[in-house]
């Protein structure tokens, strides 16, 4: 039967829900990653800037402590009074740590002491003209595309004011910077992809609760719109039955009560029906809701079946079926009313299941440090295509007898399961349905 267009429209919801759950979260997810990896960047960007500039300053730090220890080498040379002569330490230094810098000395007149005149752009004016002016001047400079490091520092002499030059190349510095920022970039980007995979899977172990709170509340969802439509076509069926009914003894209202006797049959037939299934429908509602609470005392549940099952003897005699019951003292922890209701929903099953002249048999005993309630019926058995839905709520077989539910071995599964037990159906291998309920023997 076609769902009704509320239903309908109640699972479209649903289905637009889970979808924008889905997209919340993963757009959480993304957001999680997008946070986790810009720290992880700003953080990689301050160490990798702080790394860098320290090994920068420290190599221009030991560079100039150089250049100003041979400037201090010539400048006691230059200092001394009488001719300055063209000798050592001028030009180029070979070995130790002042090995590769330059040095010379420029005159007041700007005449440079060294013999350097073949090389374009040394000395470098600039920096000289700032040590006249201030007494000492460092810089980075580039000449012939080389790039240098130069210290200038005025000497004062009797003739007028010297500068002693000292320059040195910078090419290694650079190369070191430049395997530096590489290894800092590479390094980074490498950090930087491992923390996007790393905050990607811990992220999504992160929403764990999230989504299992989402799938639990889909689920309730979905079961919710599922009892909804199951429980609106089972209760229109006794409805229509009564509302039939009803029209019938309006039609016959001058009637006596002898001639309009199978309408009122009816009534009382669908209202007991309605009875039954509105009392299994709030249980299952309040099991859902979790607002049922089991009494829990010490019990033999061989007791609790012989007293359930003695109460369908004459229900299965008046369908010619005889009930058997095999009890074998057997003590567990449980809500006597339950356990009641859970052997009269498999006894009432098997019995309407069997035929005329066949039996049932319950059987209540210990095995295995559990309770053992095993219902068997002389019924034609359960289709293998059918066990695995035997327990599903308004679920009911093709060949299923009129009257039921399907919500009894529903409610008989929920009992089992809040003992801490298990459910099982299986088939006779001589015929017929075997229903099999475990639960917990009394600890001692």
């Known amino acids: 039967m076609p769902a009704d267009p509320p ?36 953080i990689l960007l301050a160490l990798g800037t702080l790394v860098y500039g320290a090994v920068a300053n420290e190599l221009a730090r030991s560079g100039t402590a150089i250049l100003e220890q041979r400037a201090a080498d010539v400048v006691r040379i230059v200092d001394r009074p009488g001719p300055m002569p063209d000798r050592p330490p001028f030009g180029i230094a070979f070995g130790g740590a002042q090995s590769g810098t330059l040095t010379l000395a420029v005159r007041p007149d700007g005449t ?16 000289v003209d700032a040590a006249r002016a201030s007494g000492n ?19 004062p002499r009797s003739d007028g004011t010297w500068v002693v030059q000292v320059v040195g190349e910078r090419v290694s510095e650079q190369r070191l910077l430049s395997a530096l920022l590489a290894v800092l970039v590479l390094g980074s980007l490498a950090a930087l992809a491992l923390a996007a995979v790393a905050g990607w899977v811990y992220g999504g172990r992160a929403l764990v609760p999230i ?12 079961r919710q719109r599922e009892f909804a439509a199951n429980a609106s076509h089972e209760l229109r069926t006794p409805l229509t039955v009564i509302r039939a009914s009803v029209t019938d003894l309006e039609r016959n209202r001058d ?3 002898g001639a309009v ?6 009534i009382d037939a669908e209202t007991a029906h309605l009875a039954a299934l509105v009392d299994d429908l709030l249980l299952l509602a309040r099991t859902d809701a979790g607002t049922i609470e089991l009494e829990r005392i010490r019990l033999d549940l061989a007791d609790v079946a012989v007293e359930a099952a003695g109460t369908l003897v004459s229900v299965g005699a008046q369908r010619g079926v005889t009930v058997v019951v095999d009890p074998l003292p057997t003590e567990i922890d449980g809500d006597p009313l339950r356990l009641r209701q859970l052997v009269t929903i498999l006894v009432d099953n098997a019995i309407a299941h069997s035929p005329a002249g066949g039996g049932v048999t319950v059987r209540v005993r210990p095995e295995g440090g559990s309770a053992l309630l095993v219902v068997d019926d002389d019924g034609p058995g359960i289709r293998e295509e059918d066990l695995a839905h035997v327990f599903e709520r308004f679920w009911r077989a093709d060949d299923a007898p009129a009257g039921g539910t399907g919500l009894g071995l529903a409610i008989a599964r929920w009992i089992v399961e809040s003992h801490g037990g298990q459910i099982e159906a299986a088939n006779r291998s001589e015929g017929g349905a075997r229903f099999e309920a475990r639960i917990p023997l009394r600890a001692e």
């Open 261 to 266: 006797g199978a309408a009122l049959e009816d």
């Open 255 to 257: 009637q006596p009560v």
């Open 211 to 222: 989504r299992a709170a989402i799938d639990r509340r889909e689920a309730a969802l979905r």
């Open 7 to 42: 239903l309908r429209d109640a699972a479209a919801r649903g289905g637009d829900a889970s979808g924008g759950d889905a997209a919340l979260l993963r757009r959480t997810r993304l957001r999680l990653l997008a946070w986790s990896g810009g720290l992880t960047l700003l």
């Open 137 to 155: 001047d460092v810089r980075d400079a580039v000449v012939q595309d080389t790039p240098l490091r130069v210290f200038s520092i005025a000497v």
């Open 112 to 127: 440079v002491l060294g013999g350097l005149d073949e090389i374009p752009g040394l000395p470098v004016a600039a920096s």
